[in-house]
Protein backbone atom coordinates (compact mmCIF):
# COMPACT_ATOMS: atom_id res chain seq x y z
CA UNK A 1 0.00 0.00 0.00
CA UNK A 2 2.22 2.19 0.82
CA UNK A 3 4.52 1.80 -2.44
CA UNK A 4 1.05 3.23 -4.26
CA UNK A 5 1.16 6.08 -2.43
CA UNK A 6 4.42 6.91 -2.95
CA UNK A 7 4.09 5.66 -6.43
CA UNK A 8 0.96 8.26 -7.29
CA UNK A 9 3.26 11.02 -4.98
CA UNK A 10 6.04 10.90 -7.31
CA UNK A 11 3.38 11.28 -10.55
CA UNK A 12 1.40 14.15 -9.30
CA UNK A 13 5.17 16.01 -8.36
CA UNK A 14 6.38 14.85 -11.73
CA UNK A 15 2.82 16.71 -13.17
CA UNK A 16 3.20 19.74 -11.08
CA UNK A 17 7.13 20.24 -12.55
CA UNK A 18 6.09 20.23 -15.90
CA UNK A 19 3.02 22.75 -14.91
CA UNK A 20 5.15 24.89 -13.70
CA UNK A 21 7.99 24.52 -16.27
CA UNK A 22 5.11 24.88 -18.92
CA UNK A 23 3.86 27.82 -17.32
CA UNK A 24 7.04 30.01 -17.64
CA UNK A 25 7.10 28.66 -21.27
CA UNK A 26 4.17 30.23 -22.16
CA UNK A 27 2.30 33.86 -22.60
CA UNK A 28 -1.18 33.96 -20.53
CA UNK A 29 -1.93 37.04 -21.93
CA UNK A 30 -1.17 39.26 -18.63
CA UNK A 31 0.99 38.87 -16.00
CA UNK A 32 -2.08 38.73 -13.47
CA UNK A 33 -3.28 35.42 -15.95
CA UNK A 34 0.39 33.81 -15.51
CA UNK A 35 0.40 34.31 -11.67
CA UNK A 36 -3.36 32.38 -11.10
CA UNK A 37 -2.32 29.29 -13.43
CA UNK A 38 1.28 29.27 -11.96
CA UNK A 39 -0.65 29.30 -8.91
CA UNK A 40 -3.38 26.75 -9.47
CA UNK A 41 -0.63 24.02 -10.53
CA UNK A 42 0.87 24.46 -7.14
CA UNK A 43 -2.52 23.34 -5.87
CA UNK A 44 -1.49 19.72 -4.58
CA UNK A 45 -3.63 16.86 -6.96
CA UNK A 46 -5.89 18.44 -8.41
CA UNK A 47 -4.03 21.53 -9.83
CA UNK A 48 -1.92 20.14 -12.09
CA UNK A 49 -4.75 18.35 -13.75
CA UNK A 50 -6.98 21.78 -13.71
CA UNK A 51 -4.30 23.16 -15.39
CA UNK A 52 -4.01 20.56 -17.89
CA UNK A 53 -7.65 20.23 -18.52
CA UNK A 54 -8.14 23.60 -19.23
CA UNK A 55 -4.82 25.84 -19.11
CA UNK A 56 -2.57 23.92 -21.40
CA UNK A 57 -3.87 25.15 -24.90
CA UNK A 58 -4.98 28.46 -23.77
CA UNK A 59 -1.15 29.72 -23.47
CA UNK A 60 1.06 30.48 -26.43
CA UNK A 61 4.39 29.55 -26.07
CA UNK A 62 6.86 32.33 -26.28
CA UNK A 63 9.23 32.32 -29.62
CA UNK A 64 12.63 34.36 -28.76
CA UNK A 65 14.15 35.83 -31.69
CA UNK A 66 17.85 35.09 -32.53
CA UNK A 67 20.32 38.01 -32.92
CA UNK A 68 20.05 37.04 -37.06
CA UNK A 69 16.31 37.51 -37.54
CA UNK A 70 16.71 40.68 -35.91
CA UNK A 71 19.47 41.78 -37.68
CA UNK A 72 17.52 40.69 -41.16
CA UNK A 73 14.40 43.04 -40.25
CA UNK A 74 16.61 46.23 -39.69
CA UNK A 75 16.61 48.54 -42.71
CA UNK A 76 19.73 50.43 -43.55
CA UNK A 77 18.90 53.82 -44.01
Do not use: C, H
Request: proline letters at 4%; zero cysteines; charged letters at 15%.
Amino acid sequence: MAKIIIGAGLVFLLLTWWAVIDISKKNFGSTAAKAIWGFTALVPFLGPVVYFAIGYRRGKTIQGKSPESTSLNKTDG
